[in-house]
């Protein structure tokens, strides 16, 4: 991954990924890019955008960061509906990261929402191996 590469593994610039989103220029249009922008959004530690895109009935009182986590990559499983004519999408992926030294790995199949044109994260499912 080059310098400018958006951490969510879309081949794209971060500028032309996902940073519109963080930086609350543009709304994803589907449940994956959306999916795409939070993982990205744990890359850089950005809570702000992490509250504002989690659905307000489940959205948690404090996220916990842990700036020792290193955060290697993010794979999509596989999406089901999330697109502009569904009010609901599901996605599946794998995001690695490495904490003191030890890697690991976060298989999660999560819900996503869309109220007034707009996704949200809903909740999430994690699968274990």
């Known amino acids: 991954m080059s310098k400018n590469s958006c951490p969510c593994g879309s081949n794209l610039n971060f500028e032309?990924?996902?940073?519109?989103?963080i930086q609350g220029t543009q709304y994803p249009k589907t449940a994956e890019q959306l999916m795409r922008s939070r993982y990205s959004a744990y890359v850089e530690s950005n809570i702000d955008y992490l509250r504002q895109s989690w659905h307000h009935s489940t959205r948690p009182e404090s996220i916990d960061m842990h700036p020792e986590i290193k955060w290697l990559g993010l794979k999509i499983v596989s999406t089901q509906e999330g697109q502009n004519q569904h009010t609901t999408g599901t996605v599946e992926f794998v995001a690695r990261n490495k904490l003191a030294g030890r890697a690991f790995r976060l298989h999660?199949?999560?819900q996503f929402i869309r109220e007034n044109?707009?996704?949200f994260y809903l909740d999430g499912e994690l699968i274990e191996k």
């Open 16 to 21: 032309a990924c996902c940073a519109p989103f």
């Open 108 to 110: 999660e199949k999560s």
């Open 117 to 119: 044109g707009r996704w």
